[in-house]
């Protein structure tokens, strides 16, 4: 239907009273930092950098940095995932796709995966959101560790504790 007359404020009709228990947005200008303190490191070449801890329904989203080649994690999810590469190239070691530059990738419920960087790749960061939790899984299946927002959170805290940022640093990150 269309709208009779002028609106006095354009952006009224697309508007709801904001509630007073609603949280904040979240808007991150640089995405990709150079302050290297804000990336959580999880080994030496392997890091990420959260945009996004939602602990009140268990999904997280960040930039997954890895600067070495060769297999990062046999993992399982039981939740859909989605990936937007930003920079660099991967694949799983049980797929014949490569996932590039500018591409995304869905992860279905259930599916285990080996992701691998390729040899001449020196750099790979893939924005991901992980719903759940993240299995870690030997080559059977059997779980050999997992990830949830919680653990994300507290890796956070107890990495920007000890680079001088603070351990609420990562309560901008929290929702």
Not at 43 to 62: A, I, K
Not at 67 to 85: A, D, T
Not at 130 to 144: A, E, I, Q, R, S
Request: glycine share 8%; aromatic share 12%.
């Amino acid at each position: 239907m269309p709208v009779q007359g002028e609106d006095q404020d354009p952006k009224m009709p697309y508007q709801l009273p904001f509630p007073e228990d609603a949280q904040d947005e979240i808007v991150i200008p640089d995405a990709v930092p150079d302050d290297e303190r804000v990336w959580v490191p999880q080994t030496e070449t392997v890091s990420f950098r959260p945009l996004c801890l939602n602990r009140s329904q268990g999904y997280w989203m960040n930039l997954l940095r890895v600067r070495q080649s060769g297999v990062l994690s046999r993992h399982r999810h039981p939740q859909p995932v989605h990936g937007f590469v930003l920079k660099g190239r991967w694949h799983y070691l049980e797929h014949d796709w490569e996932a590039r530059e500018g591409g995304y990738v869905f992860e279905p419920p259930g599916e285990t995966h080996t992701l691998i960087v390729p040899e001449d790749v020196s750099e790979m960061i893939t924005y991901f959101q992980v719903n759940g939790v993240m299995l870690y899984v030997d080559p059977w299946g059997k779980t050999m560790g997992y990830e949830d927002v919680f653990t994300k959170i507290e890796m956070c805290r107890n990495h920007y504790e000890e680079v001088g940022l603070g351990a609420d640093f990562v309560e901008q990150f929290i929702r």
